[in-house]
């Protein structure tokens, strides 16, 4: 059974994502490449649905906001609808209802079969029509294509109301093309440019019309070619199957780099590879590499700590995104102080947006550093993707980046000199909470009282402590060693005194944050599950927190809840007080995977391969509801999730690591299993073209009655495999 909420607003959270219309009921189609995004319904079209959400949006705006096939001025009959397997083409199926002329049947049903396909490339969306007649008789008919563009920004489109926009001005139409524009306040030009193969029958702003004859058993192509032009220079548009080939290109060098896995179980199977070619749907390229945006349709665009987290989770099977995340963020690294963007020097970037409000400041996200744990969490990718390549070359190309990130986190991340990392808004318009529960109502005291900044989130202590332990590594690889040295004393120390103040010994937990009071927010939150992941917790802590993460109030059945049920904003079905997010519950296998308690990565890594079992295409969203699991049925949506999301897809490649106790070693050239297991759902486990240097290794897992076996199956060049057991 599968239920839809709505959340109620809170009217202080300004960026709020409206709920008006659930996108779990919509059941929505996603497309992406590169700054492009589509959302259609399950027939291929865009509707205007409530407060709907499809279109297809390039650069943070949408460029058109309706398009709907139309047989004798009637819609079409699905038959199927599906994404292909490797996220590139959306596929459907269609054909005719009954038509009537003069209150007769004219075309019976399933007499035409529709087979409609689409894909983006380069801010180009393709679209091709075959037009089938099954039937024993010629058919004449006509084909309707119903356009609008609305020009919204995706913040307009997510509910925020502008005072004032730009002029949708008079659409031209040609004999085979259509332009709809728009002029932004920014000063912008925008174009939808849509050319149409054959000739229409009849053209105007706001629809074509093919009138077609089709005798039996023949077919019709029409070919749509929508562009999404910004500025006076038109872009590039190609033929259909010279689009489609350059695209097959593109994915097939992509996956010539993967590591790929294959287990025992298909359905497993399934899941990793719809993962797989969702997280390479999210990557887009920028000049300074590949970069995964967040997430689908609010948050394609980069985002500092999600960038960081989704390169983090993929680092052992992809680490060139992990170097395409460092280049980018390095870039963009706030050098000044700007109180509008919450930018202090040193800062990582939170989240940049392109787009018409961004431009004119009517949010603050153009490029807004508003995040307190992209900063650390930058420093640690950087000493993790060393750790995995051995790529000392970009250590000291980003050393001075990292040393101004370090120097960030003793100076401006904290300005009381407490030892702790806080947060504080600065920004009018930014966001109240900076860390990754960033809506506002997330932090707050046991009684349910929000808590005043600044705050010191107890998972950033955690991506501190360990940031300076990577950096003392990368000082040391550097030829630092008095500074190695002096990052590590203070890692030590902040460990010392992160125990002392945030651990709370009636809840076996530690407190979610400190406020500005230095008062403890005493809740049991997920957010204590990254302090495993970044080894900050001592050994004895991390069992009994094991405990607490793993018991029924905090583990709903699919995934450990964000808020532990009992505490008194607990909400399953809000965004970030009781709902289950995968990458979360990654982070916190990943954790426990580095204390060697296995029972609760195992309890982890099946929930989530459950999860994927229930929800469509096998893809896990952003997040889902947080209520208890029942017998036999699935699980409860989150009205408003991004789906794909790129943190949500990677969090399968970290379970399986943290299964697997894997780390790889680039510069000693080994590969080691700690304490590996298998879930019970997994017998065997083929790792195939594992990259390690200039190395490579092929992999067989295969689980025993007692433990866990690693055979290699096939090497090439230097590299050792070792088994910790």
């Known amino acids: ?105 004219d075309i019976p049903r399933g007499s035409v079969h529709v087979f409609r396909s689409r894909f983006l490339w380069n801010g180009v969306g393709y679209e091709r029509f075959r037009f089938s007649n099954f039937s024993l008789a010629a058919i004449s008919i006509q084909i309707g294509l119903r356009f609008e563009s609305d020009f919204a920004d995706i913040f307009e489109v997510r509910g925020t109301k502008r005072q004032h926009k730009g002029k949708q001005l008079h659409g031209a139409v040609g004999k085979d093309v259509l332009v709809l524009p728009y002029e932004g306040l920014d000063g912008v030009l925008r174009q939808t440019r849509i050319m149409f193969s054959p000739i229409p029958t009849e053209l105007s702003v706001t629809q074509a019309l093919f009138n077609m004859t089709l005798d039996p058993k023949a077919e019709m192509l029409v070919t749509v070619t929508i562009c999404c032009d910004i500025g006076a220079k038109l872009r590039t548009c190609f033929a259909y199957d ?34 797989l070619v969702d997280f390479r749907m999210m990557v887009t390229e920028t000049a300074e590499g590949p970069y995964p945006y967040a997430g689908v349709p609010w948050f394609s665009t980069p985002f500092g700590r999600d960038g960081i987290i989704t390169a983090l989770e993929a680092l052992w099977i992809k680490p060139q995104i992990a170097r395409g995340v460092l280049g980018y963020l390095a870039s963009a690294q706030a050098k000044e102080l700007k109180m509008a963007q919450d930018a202090e020097p040193g800062k990582i970037l939170h989240e940049t947006r392109k787009g018409e409000m961004a431009a004119l400041g009517e949010i603050p996200f153009g490029l807004y550093y508003g995040s307190v744990d992209s900063t650390p969490l930058f420093v640690m990718l950087a000493g993790a993707y060393y750790e995995r390549t051995g790529d000392l070359a970009l250590m000291r190309t980003l050393w001075p980046n990292i040393e101004l990130a370090l120097d960030w986190i003793d100076t401006y991340g904290d300005q009381d000199g407490d030892g702790f990392v806080e947060y504080h808004r600065k920004s009018q318009t930014g966001l109240d909470n ?20 600044p705050i010191a989130l107890c998972e950033v202590q955690g991506y501190v402590y360990d940031a300076k332990q990577q950096g003392a590594k990368l000082a040391e690889a550097l030829g630092l060693p008095e500074r190695a040295n002096e990052l590590r004393r203070q890692a030590e120390k902040l460990k010392q005194q992160f125990e002392e103040v945030f651990w709370c010994e009636d809840l076996s937990t530690y407190a979610l944050a400190l406020d500005g009071h230095k008062k403890t927010c005493r809740v049991r939150t997920s957010n204590a599950g990254h302090c495993l992941y970044t080894g900050i917790v001592s050994p004895d802590r991390a069992v009994r927190l094991a405990d607490t993460l793993m018991n029924n ?26 709902s289950v997010w995968p990458h979360d519950n990654a982070i916190i296998a990943a954790g426990l995977a580095r204390y060697g308690l296995k029972a609760g990565v195992e309890k ?13 295409l096998h893809r896990l969203p952003e997040l889902f509801c947080g209520f208890v699991r029942r017998p036999g049925q699935g699980l409860t949506r989150y009205p408003v999730a991004c789906n ?57 897992v295969r689980r025993h009655k007692l433990d866990v076996g690693i055979i290699v199956m096939h090497r090439q060049g230097d590299i050792e495999v070792v088994v910790v057991k």
């Not at 900076?434 to 900044?453: M, P, R, T």
Request: proline share 2%; charged share 20%.
């Open 1 to 105: 059974m599968e239920v839809f909420v709505e959340e109620i607003i809170n009217i202080n959270d300004q960026f709020y994502i409206l709920a008006s219309s659930s996108m779990a009921d919509n059941r929505t189609r996603v497309l992406k490449h590169g700054e492009t995004f589509g959302v259609f319904d399950r027939y291929g079209d865009i509707q205007l649905v409530g407060h709907g959400t499809q279109g297809l949006y390039h650069e943070g705006t949408r460029f058109l906001s309706r398009e709907e096939l139309f047989l004798n001025n009637g819609r079409p009959m699905l038959l199927s609808s599906t994404i292909k397997e490797d996220n590139a083409l959306l596929a459907v199926d269609l054909t005719n209802p009954d038509l009537y002329h003069e209150g007769q049947i």
């Open 553 to 578: 109030d905090h583990f709903s059945g699919w995934g450990v809840r964000t808020l532990a049920d009992g505490e008194r904003r607990y909400n399953p079905m809000s965004y970030h007080n009781g």
């Open 644 to 700: 794909p999301q790129a943190w949500a897809a990677a969090s399968a490649f970290m379970g399986l690591q943290a299964c697997l106790g894997m780390s790889i070693h680039a510069s000693e050239a080994k590969v080691y299993f700690t304490y590996p297991i298998l879930p019970v759902f997994l017998h065997e486990l083929q790792i195939k073209n594992l990259q390690v240097g200039k190395a490579s290794v092929d992999l067989l």
């Open 604 to 616: 982890i890594m099946t929930s989530l391969f459950d999860a994927s079992l229930v929800v469509d």
């Open 242 to 275: 010279h689009a489609v080939a350059e695209t097959e290109m593109e994915l097939k060098a992509e996956q010539s780099e993967d590591c790929l896995i294959h287990t025992s179980n298909e359905q497993f199977n399934e899941w990793w590879n719809r993962s």
């Open 434 to 453: 900076q860390g990754w529960k960033d809506s506002s109502d997330s932090v707050f005291h046991e009684n349910g009282e929000l808590a005043e900044g």
